[in-house]
């Protein structure tokens, strides 16, 4: 359905125009996982037509949700019953986000049977702060022929406290603790946007969730949630990626659909590099079209610096003159970029998980992603150097880029992609 099929870019272009930022890839994960909480219909709004979102899809029908595009971002989601609690294995290990049908198949039917999620292999990425919060709020959980079963008899109540910030987990027990005549507080909650949004959701469709955004969550249990209809957040990633593309390029380009705030960790950074930014509403332009200066960065959670970022801003500063030092607090090993960025001529050494970088030209040649973000960090060093590039591995950029292909070139790129962009599969009816 994705065209997986290599992309050839030939680099040293400045761009210029105008991008639409897309929802959130992660926001919009858990959100669609929450319609497994209400047996009345739910359509989310500018929902990303992402592998990832379709594999979730593929899991939620095996459990009962019936699903339906009926535009090309908006999906309708209706789970009159679950009708089984066991999420298939082969689905669940393909990503990382299969894992949060859990606290929502704990909340409504009392029992779930999850195995251990994949997802980008760049990191150790264990779920025990989400067994932790389950049993914490009263579930039993085992391991068992190599998945988790987890039995919640009653309504979940009681007091979780996360060892370390995790967006996945807080939203994970925010989806156990909804429903039920129970209290749960979560402490050292994160507070990522993703965590807002689907709390957002959540109390939308009637549940009372109060603290989302601050490091308490207080939930008070209702007895059903009710259908509604709800719109996914901006993509805080995809925007700091076009932002590196645009600072890679030397480019001036105008962000749409953008929540400002949300990526000041970035722009400050690219400030601080000397770029040009103005904002205005839900819209950012950026002026890199000046002398670049290195900077460092160092990543961790919300609102620091992005890690979902740390790969491209490491791409960008492959061609920004001077030494940068980058380091990633949230997957210290994640630099599979770096081997590939060699290849294109970067200066960029590993010192333990450290990467020190001198910048300067970068070169085209062919190179391999193998994850979502080192995908896209592929991307803007291709954009940036000198000559063609080919991008193998494109399957991965298909798991959290929109059209990506489509878009540069709108803005001036010369890229190109073997194949034709495949049609949106509109009201693909599963009901
Ligand atoms: N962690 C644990 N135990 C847990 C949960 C997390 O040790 O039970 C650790 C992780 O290994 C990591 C840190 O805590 O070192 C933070 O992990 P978190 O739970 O916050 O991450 P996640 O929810 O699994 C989401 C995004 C990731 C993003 C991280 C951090 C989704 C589907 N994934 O993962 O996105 O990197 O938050 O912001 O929302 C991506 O989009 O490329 C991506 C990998």
């Excluded at 995790?166 to 507080?185: E, F, P, S």
């Excluded at 790969?311 to 599979?336: C, E, H, K």
Aim: with cysteine.
């Amino acid at each position: 359905m994705l065209n997986d099929s290599p992309i050839t870019i030939v680099g040293g272009r400045q761009l210029h125009g105008e991008i639409a930022i897309n929802a959130s890839k992660n926001a919009a994960l858990p959100v669609i996982a929450a319609a497994l909480l209400t047996a009345e219909p739910v359509t989310l709004h500018g929902v990303p037509r992402l592998s990832d979102v379709y594999i979730l899809l593929d899991v939620m029908a095996a459990l009962g949700t019936h699903h339906t595009w009926v535009g090309a971002n908006s999906l309708r989601l209706h789970t009159p019953a679950v009708t089984c609690v066991i999420a298939p294995d082969e689905l669940v290990g393909k990503m990382r986000a299969t894992f949060l049908v859990m606290g929502a198949l704990l909340a409504r039917q009392g029992e779930a049977v999850v195995a251990p999620p994949g997802g980008c292999t760049f990191s150790q990425r264990p779920v025990d702060q989400h067994l932790k919060a389950f049993r914490a709020m009263g579930a039993e959980v085992r391991v068992d022929g190599g998945a988790y079963h987890a039995t919640l008899r009653g309504s979940a109540s009681g007091s979780v406290v996360f060892d370390l910030l995790t967006v996945g987990g807080t939203q994970n027990a925010m989806l156990a603790a909804v429903l039920g005549d129970g209290d749960v507080t979560i402490d050292n909650a994160s507070i990522d946007t993703d965590v807002m949004c689907l709390a957002d959701f959540l109390n939308s469709l009637g549940a009372v969730i109060e603290g989302a955004g601050t490091h308490t969550i207080r939930i008070e249990g209702v007895p059903a949630l009710r259908g509604g209809d709800f719109r996914i957040i901006p993509d805080r990633i995809e925007a700091g990626t076009f932002l590196a593309i645009a600072a890679a390029t030397r480019s001036r380009l105008t962000l749409t659909n953008v929540i400002p705030s949300h990526l000041r960790a970035v722009t400050g950074k690219l400030r601080d590099m000397g770029a040009v930014i103005l904002e205005t509403g839900d819209v950012i332009m950026i002026d890199a079209r000046d002398e670049l200066r290195a900077v460092n960065v160092t990543t961790s959670e919300y609102p620091a610096f992005p890690t979902d970022v740390q790969p491209q801003f490491s791409a960008l500063l492959a061609t920004v003159g001077g030494t940068s030092v980058v380091v990633d607090r949230i997957y210290p090993g994640r630099t599979t970029h770096v081997a590939q960025l060699h290849r294109m001529g970067a200066r960029a050494e590993l010192m333990g998980e450290t990467q020190i970088i001198h910048g300067g030209p970068l070169q085209g040649t062919t190179v391999q992603a193998t994850n979502i973000r080192d995908g896209a960090a592929l991307v803007i060093a291709a954009l940036a150097a000198e000559g063609e590039s080919t991008i193998e591995g494109t399957v991965y950029l298909n798991r959290g880029y929109e059209r990506l292909v489509d878009r540069l070139r709108a803005v001036g790129a010369d890229i190109r992609q073997c194949g034709e962009q495949a049609a949106l599969p509109f009201a693909v009816a599963m009901e």
